[in-house]
């Protein structure tokens, strides 16, 4: 899964928002299981690149519709 952007999210409707949403966070729970098992840094980065996409879709979702 890619990282999103903000202006990614821009152009995304809310149904495509939402499937993002749910991909996202089972690629986190996916991150958690490596780390748990002793992931390398390169988990410690994809977990805080996942972490951050899912908190700024959930902004933009929270915020709604441009107008």
């Not at 890619?2 to 966070?25: F, H, P």
């Not at 690629?27 to 780390?35: D, E, K, S, T």
Request: glycine residues 8%.
């Amino acid at each position: 899964i890619g990282y999103l952007k903000s202006r990614d999210i821009d152009y995304m409707n809310l149904g495509q928002r939402e499937r993002r949403l749910v991909a996202l966070e089972e690629a986190l729970v996916q991150v958690r299981g490596q780390q748990a098992l002793g992931g390398t840094s390169a988990d410690a980065s994809d977990y805080k690149q996942t972490r951050r996409s899912i908190a700024r879709l959930i902004t933009k979702m929270n915020q709604g519709p441009k107008e």
